[in-house]
């Protein structure tokens, strides 16, 4: 549970850096950040 934690805020931060960076793959990026937000969501209590 505690690896969820601190992967999350390191994805957001992550994700936003690309989108100031690269805002044309916003929806790309926005994509990629749900589904790994998920996925640390199912196994994360699992770690």
């Given at each position: 549970m505690m690896l969820n934690m601190h992967m999350q805020p390191i994805i957001a931060l992550i994700a936003g850096i690309l989108i100031l960076v690269m805002p044309r793959l916003l929806n790309l990026?926005?994509?990629v950040y749900l589904i790994a937000i998920g996925i640390l969501g199912l196994v994360g209590g699992r770690l």
């Amino acid at each position: 549970m505690m690896l969820n934690m601190h992967m999350q805020p390191i994805i957001a931060l992550i994700a936003g850096i690309l989108i100031l960076v690269m805002p044309r793959l916003l929806n790309l990026i926005v994509a990629v950040y749900l589904i790994a937000i998920g996925i640390l969501g199912l196994v994360g209590g699992r770690l």
